[in-house]
């Protein structure tokens, strides 16, 4: 007679539960979260981090803007909701730095602690 292994419950997330998870943590790194916003931020990949921003408008028409970031050794390129890639410079490189140390601090400390 074979035995039958035993049941283990499995506490281990997936890839799309961690996402989730970062994600609730570093919408607020933009600022708050308007009413009726939905915001999500994370890293994707090895260099490649997201921020997705969707909305009601005013005549009830759901608007999305979805901006991708990707670290190059040749910088940081951006593409907005299929777009084309324009590379960062300036405040907005540096901005882009800051929120990519918060959001990793905040994996740090939050989550992965």
Excluded: C
């Amino acid at each position: 007679m074979q035995r039958k292994k035993p049941y283990r419950y499995s506490n281990r997330l997936n890839y799309n539960d961690l996402i989730s998870l970062e994600s609730s943590y570093a919408r607020s790194l933009f600022g708050p979260v308007p009413n009726g916003h939905r915001r999500e931020f994370f890293k994707d990949k090895d260099n490649v981090w997201v921020w997705y921003e969707g909305w009601t408008n005013s005549v009830g028409n759901l608007e999305e803007m979805t901006v991708r970031y990707e670290v190059r050794p040749s910088g940081v390129f951006k593409l907005v909701s299929g777009g084309k890639y324009k590379k960062l410079k300036g405040p907005e490189l540096d901005n882009f730095r800051n929120v990519a140390k918060g959001y990793l601090k905040l994996m740090k400390t939050k989550l992965y602690y």
